[in-house]
Structure formats: structure tokens, C-alpha cells
């Protein structure tokens, strides 16, 4: 029969990790869940499990009663099938779209219902709840009915590594904490969960307080920096790829995009996009020569495919011309530049770069985007200060190729989109314009459709995003606009490509923040005589960004501005380019602002830290199994000394298969059998015997094998 106490506390332990893995799981991969269903769902079948595994003591009605449950678990799966698989399809897409930034692997799937139901889910819950189900009942099962801890590592490090590899967000700090707190407790007060119940249980509870309130303050007191990929995960990454690509023929732009260490959103998935939440937290400052509406662009799509926009792809970026620089193709005969400071608050992946600008630096990615490979936090961009007039291309000997590059990359679209569209384009008298004015004519058009809201209406399931927008008339923001005027563009012959970036009132002399306020995306069409043209097709919606800058949205000197402005916002699948991770109310905020004004440690200073506990924890662990066992071969009579030596003895001997001499299997028979007294010489006997097996094991082992049953066998 279990101890009360233990089974009380070992079933509030089974709760707080269950319920923190599927938290960190979440929160790192920015997948929505309830965490009230979870705890609430977690707190049930932690119960009932316990009760089981405290009442049932005979094995087969035990595996009777799991079998029972089991049974229940899958009918209740069956019900719900059509839910679960639909929230699969949710939480894998977010899963691959982070890991296809830096594997082969697909950025989106879909899992059909059997009933082919059109459900569309924007969060996790249930499929969370059937995967909280089965780590109750493991755990349970493993920390009340066995008593064993290997089962709730394992599943544990299932749970948290995919957290850490290839991710650039640190799961929330508070579920984080709070798993590696228990695991590492469960590890140090294994030995005396093992031979104590109840004071095990209490030495668990106070452990986990302890290494709880230990790991708060290490994180408040220095701040974790946001997560980054290191360098040797990129090298070692760009050895594979050179295993498996090997005489591929890549050119620059391939390597640069294979290669690129950067948290860039590489996909845009239009399928689910949700109500869009202002957040006014700066991320850029920025200071202009002029009062002015800037465009400051982050990076431009080219391939459109059921219903997500992708950067080019590996094949793709094969054919763009080497040595050739996209950024500076359209340029002003003004010989008068402007100059736009950009201050990044945080460490930015990407430089930030406006239109008809000079920057020429090879940071270039294709014509895809430009990224910050001297980790620039400041930099200073020259542009030229007008519009339409006076823009001419630059003429390079590549430029006929890379023409013959745009016009096969950036007109392309699937068919039924473009046979949607083209239909659309007939009934609205857009077929018939020459190409000089079909991108004004394209911009009027979808400013007039649909209606601009924060709340977008849902795209109805297995419907094509932009047919289906300018059709129904439906409300959308930015993303809707911008993508719909670029693949009516396409449909007509016309090259043109959707770019996300910052949309930016600017004043002369005096830094204005940037907040994901600003956040807008917009058009850019390729002009037989000017080269890269923007188009803004949002309607004019003007609204308070947050930074004070309103009143400037009214400036119209811009050389970044179409002649029709507006301050538009993204939706929430554009991700701001830091590394910022979003929090749980009450958790610890792992994003700090990395301007100087706060205290950081280096990364490897992290690094020797972690290790440094590492090492103290299973040094601290190995020290209080010894003094226990050390206590046990002393402090009970020498009958029990003698068990407990043997025990500690035939350990060993299973690794070391060594002889166990007649006299000391004689003693032990009579320690457990007979009534006799033993003797004080008996317990040496046996002493002697552990002490000789445990020098033969030291002796036949070496290296890394004598520290391991040192220190984590501790024999």
C-alpha cells in the first residue's frame, strides 16, 4: 500500500510537469492552447490514475482497470477524431514552418478527416488534452505504481529538445523552470524516494522549491538574453547540405538562401489569418532628412501556392544572376540623396533598406532580402528623394538576365488562380488596359473591394484566397489587399511580388519608434523602363500608431510613398524580426532590450553556468546517496546491515559477473531466514566482500565508464 503523503504529492508533481511540457512545447513553437482546460484536464486524470494505482494492488485488475480506461480513451478519440485531426494539421504546420527555415522538410501538410469536414482550428486544446491524457497516466504509472524515473525522463526530453533544435524562441521561462526543476529533483532524490515513501516525497518537495526559487532569480537577476541559433548549428547544417548537395552548381544567391543564419518568416500561410492585436512595443528608431512616409521593406515572395507565399526557392535562386545586385536597380537622375538613420533595438537578422536607396552593400540574398551579416544594430541608408519622376533602371551587363529571371519567377501562379483572376479581370474592364496602366488601374480596383478590418472574415475551406477576397467582398487588412493586387497582377502578364515590411511617418531631425504598430505589407511590380516599382493597394485607413507620429501620416513630400498613403497594420503571422517571445501572464519575460541599458552576460558565460550546475547536481545527487547509504550499512541491526551490503554488493557483481563466495551467500540466507542474531564479524564478512567488488568494477573500468558508475551509478 503507498504512502498517503507520497501518493498526494507524487500526483501534484504528475500535474505541474504534464502540464509545463505541453507549455513549453506550445510557447516555443507559438501554438495557442487553454492552459486552464490543460491544468483542469490534467488535475482529472492525474486523479483517477492515482486512485487506481493507490486502491488496486493485485497486477491483473490493475492492468484490468488500465485496459478499461484505455478503452474509453479510444472510443472518446474516435468522437473527436474530426477536431484532433484538425488541430494535428494546426500545430504540425506551425511546427514545420519554423523547422523548413533550416531543413528539407515541407513547410505545411495537411491530415484529412474521414469525413472530409470542412473544421479549420486555431488552437491546440483537445489535441493537447489526449496528449496531456497519456503523460498522466505514464507518469503516474511510473512515479506511483513502480517507483521508477527513466520512464518520465525520456518522455520529457521528447517534449522539451524539439523546444531548443533549430528554434529561435526559448519556450515561456515559468513552464520551463518549472519542468527542469522537477526532472532535476526526481534525479537527486532518487535514492530516497526508493527506500522512504513519505520522506523521499518531502525531500522531492522541498528540492523542487528550492531549485524553483534558485532558477527564478538566476533569470531575474541576468535576464536570458533571446534564444539564438549558434554558429557551429549553421556549420554543421551547411556540412550536411554539402553532403547531400553535392555538385549542385549553387551560385552565390543559392548559398546565401540555403545558408542564411537568420530567423526570417521564409512562408506566409493566408489559410488561417486571425484578428490582428496592436503591440506598441518599439523595435525600431528611426531618423529622416525630411518629414516623410517611409517604406522601409524586410523582405519580398515570389512564389504563390495554395494560399501561402514562399521566398525563392533553392532551384530558384539557382538562376539569379551572380554578382548581381537587385537592390539598386531602380535609382532617381536627382543627383540630391536624403539620409534615413535606422536604430535597431534589438539584434536584427535582416537590414531594413527604403526605395531607390544606394545601399550596395553583398548582404544580399537573391533580391529576396538583405541580411545583417555584421550584426549592425545602426546604419545609415542614402536614398533618393522622389517618386515616379525621374526614375530610371541601372544599367548592368546581368540586367537582361535577371529581366528573363523576373518575368519567369514573378508571373507565375497556379492555374485556377490565374484563370480565377483573369475572369475577374475581363468583368471589370482590366484585360483591355495597355501594361503602363494596368498597375494604377489594379491598385483602384482592389482599394475599392472588400472592407478594411482588424478582424479579417475567415476563408472558407478549399477556397483560393484571392478570388475568394476580391469576389465576396470580404474584410481584411493589409495582407489581403497586398495579396490580392499581386496575383491580379501576375494573372495579367504584369511581373509583381508581395513584400512585408514597416510603414513609417518620419521626421526631419527627431527619431521615431517603430512598433509592430507600423507593420504593413504592399506590392512591388517590375517596370519595363523604371525597374522595381511599390504599390500600395490597402485602402487609406489612417489610425494612431502608437508612437506619436500620427499627425505626420499627413506628409507628402516622400520619395517612398505612393501617391495614395495609409497606415496599415500586418496580421499576426507576420512575426517582428527579434527574437522577442511571448510570455504567459505571470511568467518571466526572456526577452530583454538589448540597447545597453541592461545587464547581459555573454552566451558562453550561459553556457558554463548550465554546465556548472549540471556538474553540481549529480555531484550534490551522488554525495547524498553515499551518506545514505553509508547510514543504512551502519545505523540498523546487523541483520538488515547485511541485507543492505549484499543488495549494494550484487549490484556490482551484475556488472562485473564476478564469483560470490559460498560464506557470504551462507550469511545472507541466514540474515533473511533464520532467527539467529548476527554477528558484528558476519557484517565485515559481507563488508569485505561489497569492498572487493567494488575495487574489481573500479579495476576493469576506464575513462568516462569509472566516472559514470562513480558518479551516476554511484558505487
Known amino acids: 500500500m503507498k504512502n498517503v503523503t507520497s501518493l498526494v504529492i507524487n500526483s501534484l508533481f504528475n500535474i505541474i510537469l504534464s502540464v509545463s511540457l505541453i507549455m513549453c512545447f506550445s510557447t516555443a513553437f507559438n501554438i495557442k492552447t487553454s492552459l486552464f482546460f490543460l491544468t ?13 494505482s493507490y486502491y488496486i494492488t493485485s497486477a491483473k485488475k490493475y492492468l484490468v482497470a488500465l485496459a478499461v480506461i484505455q478503452g474509453v480513451y479510444i472510443a472518446v478519440f474516435f468522437v473527436s477524431y474530426n477536431i484532433i485531426i484538425s488541430q494535428l494539421n494546426y500545430a504540425a504546420n506551425r511546427v514545420l514552418g519554423i523547422y523548413s527555415k533550416y531543413m528539407s522538410v515541407p513547410s505545411s501538410i495537411h491530415i484529412a478527416a474521414n469525413n472530409g469536414t470542412n473544421i479549420k482550428s486555431s488552437d491546440a486544446t483537445v489535441l493537447f488534452i489526449f496528449i496531456l491524457f497519456i503523460l498522466c497516466e505514464i507518469f503516474t504509472v511510473s512515479l ?53 515513501e513519505k520522506l523521499g516525497s518531502i525531500v522531492l518537495s522541498a528540492t523542487s522549491i528550492i531549485l524553483v526559487l534558485t532558477l527564478s532569480i538566476l533569470c531575474t537577476i541576468f535576464p536570458l538574453q533571446d534564444y539564438e541559433r549558434y554558429e557551429w548549428q549553421d556549420t554543421l547544417l551547411s556540412k550536411f547540405n554539402e553532403i547531400l548537395d553535392i555538385n549542385t552548381g549553387d ?88 539620409q534615413l538613420q535606422i536604430k535597431a533595438l534589438y539584434r536584427e537578422d535582416l537590414i531594413f533598406t527604403t526605395y531607390y536607396s544606394k545601399r550596395t552593400e553583398h548582404g544580399a540574398v537573391a533580391d529576396t532580402c538583405i541580411e545583417n551579416v555584421d550584426n549592425e544594430k545602426e546604419y545609415i541608408i542614402e536614398y533618393y528623394p522622389d517618386y515616379y519622376s525621374r526614375l530610371v533602371k541601372n544599367q548592368s551587363e546581368q540586367l537582361e538576365n535577371y529581366e528573363d529571371f523576373v518575368f519567369d519567377i514573378y508571373t507565375k501562379l497556379p492555374n485556377k488562380t490565374k484563370d480565377s483572376l483573369l475572369k475577374i479581370a475581363d468583368e471589370n474592364g482590366l484585360s483591355n488596359l495597355n501594361e503602363d496602366e494596368i498597375p494604377q488601374a489594379v491598385k483602384e480596383f482592389i482599394i475599392g473591394r472588400g472592407e478594411y478590418s482588424f478582424v479579417p472574415d475567415s476563408l472558407p475551406e478549399g477556397s483560393d484566397f484571392a478570388p475568394w477576397f476580391i469576389e465576396s467582398n470580404a474584410k481584411g487588412y493589409c495582407i489581403h489587399y497586398a495579396t490580392s493586387a499581386t496575383t491580379l497582377l501576375r494573372a495579367l502578364g504584369i511581373p509583381a511580388r508581395y513584400v512585408t515590411g514597416y510603414f513609417v511617418p518620419t521626421l526631419y531631425n527627431e527619431f521615431v519608434d517603430v512598433t509592430n504598430c507600423n507593420s504593413h505589407a504592399w506590392v512591388e511590380y517590375y517596370d519595363k523602363n523604371k525597374g522595381w516599382i511599390m504599390l500600395d493597394p490597402t485602402p487609406p485607413v489612417y489610425i494612431n500608431n502608437g508612437n506619436g507620429n500620427a499627425s505626420s501620416t499627413d506628409a507628402t513630400n516622400s520619395s517612398n510613398s505612393p501617391e495614395q498613403t495609409e497606415t496599415t497594420v500586418l496580421s499576426p503571422t507576420e512575426q517582428p524580426t527579434t527574437n522577442q517571445t511571448s510570455t504567459l501572464p505571470g511568467t518571466i519575460s526572456n526577452s530583454s532590450n538589448n540597447n545597453g541599458n541592461g545587464f547581459s552576460i555573454p552566451s558562453i558565460v550561459w553556457v558554463i553556468l548550465v554546465v556548472a550546475l549540471i556538474i553540481t547536481t549529480i555531484l550534490l545527487r551522488a554525495r547524498i546517496i553515499r551518506n545514505n547509504r553509508k547510514k543504512l550499512f ?14 549494494y554488493a550484487l549490484a556490482i557483481n551484475c556488472i562485473t559477473e564476478g564469483f560470490i563466495p559460498i560464506e557470504v551467500q551462507d550469511l545472507v540466507n541466514e540474515a533473511k531466514y533464520s532467527n539467529h542474531m548476527m554477528s558484528d564479524k558476519s557484517v565485515e564478512i559481507i563488508k569485505r566482500y561489497a569492498e572487493h567488488e567494488r575495487k574489481e568494477l573500479y579495476k576493469k573500468a576506464t575513462g568516462i565508464i569509472r566516472l559514470y558508475y562513480k558518479y551516476i551509478k554511484v558505487f
Not at 483542469?40 to 487506481?52: D, K, Q, V
Not at 521508477?148 to 523546444?163: A, G, H, Q
Open 40 to 52: 483542469i484536464t490534467a488535475i482529472i486524470f492525474t486523479a483517477i490514475n492515482s486512485l487506481i
Open 144 to 196: 506511483i505504481r513502480i517507483n521508477k524515473s527513466i520512464i518520465v525522463y525520456l518522455l520529457s526530453l521528447v517534449m522539451l529538445v524539439p523546444c531548443f533544435i533549430m528554434v529561435t524562441t526559448l519556450p515561456s521561462l515559468t513552464p520551463l523552470i518549472l519542468s527542469i526543476s522537477i526532472l532535476l529533483a526526481l534525479y537527486i532524490t532518487g535514492f530516497s524516494r526508493k527506500h522512504s
Open 251 to 338: 551560385n552565390q544567391a543559392t548559398a546565401k538562401l540555403k545558408n542564411l543564419n537568420t530567423n526570417i518568416q521564409d512562408s506566409q500561410n493566408l489559410n488561417n489569418l486571425g484578428e490582428f492585436r496592436l503591440d506598441k512595443n518599439p523595435i525600431l528608431s528611426v531618423m529622416n532628412d525630411e518629414n516623410s512616409i517611409m517604406y522601409l521593406k524586410k523582405i519580398a515572395y515570389a512564389d504563390y501556392e495554395d494560399n501561402q507565399w514562399h521566398i525563392l526557392s533553392k532551384d530558384e535562386a539557382k538562376r539569379f544572376p551572380n554578382d548581381f545586385n537587385a537592390f539598386d536597380i531602380t535609382r532617381s537622375s536627382d543627383p540630391n540623396l536624403k
Open 634 to 647: 551502519a545505523t540498523n541491526d546487523n541483520k538488515k546491515r547485511i541485507i543492505y551490503i549484499f543488495r
